[in-house]
């Protein structure tokens, strides 16, 4: 679509706002959301729907957003989600690669059509709600808030990292060779400490990850009302039992507190269980339809401590020196978050196929503003890369946030992204984390 276009119904009526990801988005939207909507939603609503499709508009801060995401998500391999933490309202939601709209203007060739569903970049993916992949280091906040609600560690718990830690008879090594050092829980959220997470995982167990991760919403779908959305994978043992038909062996419970391994996630789930736990559990449902009112919700009680813990951590990734996040830091905004990155194979893997191939990685970030209670959070993922999730996917939810409260304190110009930030201005990554296992 080459010029701005606004297309609404007059009236008092609910109003859906379909946040259309660029040029290659309208097909795709107009075939799914449009038709689920009138199909699905319209009849429960009398037909009375208001359509706002938005594409080069501005309604409210929803156009900042998505410029900045789409901007910075052109030329990459990934998805980004950016949600209101207050309704759950979609404030932009890209997917990259997309396809041409204009090849479904009247009816699409069958060969073009086929060679669109045997692309292995896989253009028709929505991968904000459909990309079921390995978490990485953002899974890592489920497990401190797992470790501080379950008191199966005390909240003082320490683990000292020397670079790798043996677990059942396996080296599994930490992202900085060097080692952490004796770590803590909040410095373990800064600086993204493999080891001391693995120790945490062992002594927690996988029913109890499991738990918390199902209540904070990971492995089940968000209930956004568009088609189609994944559940992702939250292991068990049950699962494992009912999938495979044997017993969960406790190694794999290392990997999966690092967020690698049997685990899976949406960006739409990463971005509403980090503002559930910014927000003290609540889960507010993702929508495109404007001022929903009947919102299947969820809560999922935290304690106030556990949430100023997990929180002051996530601060500390972007807001103290050393963290993972340091690069991203934002002036007058309380930019709160974690970064991730999912290795596509093991250490071993890696070393035999060698060059870029063994290096490449799934990298994470989500990031939110203010520290509790957010106003709008943004997930990120970026994939095949040989860079870290701070690096990658960091600078795009950074260039949405701060899009966002450019726009609502009018200091709006143009979008702040990495393409128009000068050389000179743009601070290297400080210890960037890549995560490490041996499986």
């Known amino acids: 679509m080459s010029a701005p276009t606004r297309l609404r119904r007059r009236g008092d009526r609910p109003r859906v706002a379909l946040v259309l990801s660029g040029g290659g988005a309208r097909g795709a939207y107009e075939a799914?959301?449009?038709?689920?909507?009138?199909?699905?939603?319209?009849?429960?609503?009398?037909?009375?729907?208001?359509?706002d499709i938005i594409c080069g508009t501005s309604v409210g801060g929803i156009h900042a957003c998505f410029v900045a995401g789409t901007a910075d998500m052109a030329d990459k391999q990934g998805a980004v989600v950016a949600m209101d933490g207050h309704t759950g309202e979609i404030l932009a939601m890209v997917s990259r690669p997309t396809f041409d709209p204009n090849d479904f203007a009247v009816r699409i060739p069958a060969q073009e059509?086929?060679?669109?569903?045997?692309?292995?970049?896989?253009?028709?993916?929505?991968?904000a709600i459909?990309?079921?992949?390995?978490?990485?280091?953002?899974f890592k906040i489920i497990m401190a808030t797992a470790m501080l609600e379950s008191k199966a560690l005390p909240?003082?718990?320490?683990?000292?990292?020397?670079?790798?830690?043996?677990?059942?008879?396996?080296?599994?090594?930490?992202?900085?060779?060097?080692?952490?050092?004796?770590?803590?829980?909040?410095?373990?959220?800064?600086?993204?400490?493999?080891v001391f997470f693995y120790n945490v995982g062992q002594r927690l167990g996988i029913d109890k990850i499991f738990f918390y991760g199902s209540g904070l919403?990971?492995?089940?779908?968000?209930?956004?009302?568009?088609?189609?959305e994944e559940p992702g994978l939250m292991p068990s043992e049950?699962?494992?039992?009912?999938?495979?038909?044997?017993?969960?062996?406790?190694?794999?419970?290392i990997s999966v507190a690092i967020g690698q391994g049997a685990i899976t996630v949406t960006p739409i789930q990463l971005?509403?269980?980090?503002?559930?736990?910014?927000?003290?559990?609540?889960?507010?449902?993702?929508?495109?339809?404007?001022?929903?009112?009947?919102?299947?919700?969820?809560?999922?009680?935290l304690s106030d401590d556990t949430v100023e813990k997990v929180t002051q951590g996530m601060y500390g990734v972007i807001n103290e020196g050393g963290g993972t996040g340091y690069a991203l830091k934002l002036q007058n905004i309380e930019f709160s978050g974690k970064s991730g990155t999912a290795q596509l194979m093991s250490y071993q893997a890696g070393?035999?196929?060698?060059g870029r191939a063994g290096k490449l990685t799934n990298g994470w970030f989500v990031g939110y503003a203010p520290r509790r209670n957010p106003d709008i959070v943004v997930a990120a993922v970026v994939q095949g890369s040989t860079e870290h999730g701070g690096t990658t996917a960091g600078p795009v939810v950074r260039d949405i946030v701060k899009a966002y409260y450019d726009k609502k304190t009018g200091r709006f110009l143009q979008p702040s992204t990495a393409e128009n930030i000068p050389p000179s201005k743009v601070i290297p990554v400080v210890d960037p984390e890549a995560e490490a296992q041996t499986r």
Not at 113 to 127: C, E, F, I, K, V
Not at 130 to 138: D, E, K, R
Not at 238 to 253: D, L, S
Not at 351 to 354: D, I, L, N, P
Request: net charge neutral.
């Open 32 to 51: 799914g959301v449009l038709r689920y909507i009138r199909e699905e939603l319209a009849g429960d609503l009398g037909g009375q729907v208001h359509f």
């Open 113 to 127: 059509w086929a060679s669109l569903n045997s692309d292995p970049n896989t253009p028709l993916l929505n991968r």
């Open 130 to 138: 459909q990309a079921q992949l390995a978490p990485g280091s953002t």
């Open 271 to 301: 971005a509403r269980a980090y503002n559930a736990v910014a927000s003290g559990g609540m889960l507010v449902q993702p929508h495109l339809l404007k001022n929903l009112t009947d919102t299947k919700n969820e809560r999922f009680p």
């Open 217 to 228: 919403g990971l492995g089940r779908r968000t209930g956004i009302d568009l088609p189609g």
């Open 238 to 253: 049950e699962w494992v039992q009912r999938v495979y038909h044997h017993k969960w062996y406790a190694g794999e419970t």
């Open 351 to 354: 070393s035999r196929v060698g």
């Open 155 to 194: 909240a003082d718990f320490t683990a000292y990292c020397p670079g790798e830690a043996v677990f059942y008879g396996r080296v599994f090594h930490c992202w900085q060779a060097k080692g952490h050092g004796s770590v803590d829980l909040h410095s373990g959220i800064v600086h993204s400490c493999d």
